[in-house]
């Protein structure tokens, strides 16, 4: 998740399985609050469960964000020179044939 965009459908799949194992199906399994409850922070007396959908997103633009915080690291010096070596992360074009970890980043 922290290289690639996944498609929301995945994300929502992904979370039914986690709502049916938390949940249950067919009637089986422990009784929980509703999401919008359970999904609250733990300060807020939530299990502080997480919308994956949301979640990647974040870790995406953390990529981005390291790219600019840190540009002395490898993976930054890779990305600039193949993919905006005339310029900086923030407002850069997507470019010809970018890599999909390269269109998630973007």
């Not at 938390?22 to 502080?48: P, V």
């Not at 974040?58 to 990305?79: D, E, I, R």
């Amino acid at each position: 998740m922290s290289a690639y965009l996944l498609p929301k459908s995945l994300c929502d799949e992904i979370q039914r399985m986690l709502n049916s194992y938390w949940w249950g199906t067919n009637g089986k399994g422990i009784r929980w609050l509703s999401w919008g409850r359970i999904a609250i922070s733990k300060e807020d007396k939530g299990l502080n469960f997480l919308n994956l959908h949301a979640l990647d997103w974040a870790m995406l633009g953390k990529q981005g964000w390291k790219f600019v915080s840190n540009p002395n690291a490898l993976v930054s010096k890779f990305f600039k020179a193949k993919y905006f070596f005339r310029g900086d992360f923030i407002g850069l074009t997507l470019g010809h044939k970018p890599s999909f970890i390269w269109q998630s980043i973007c």
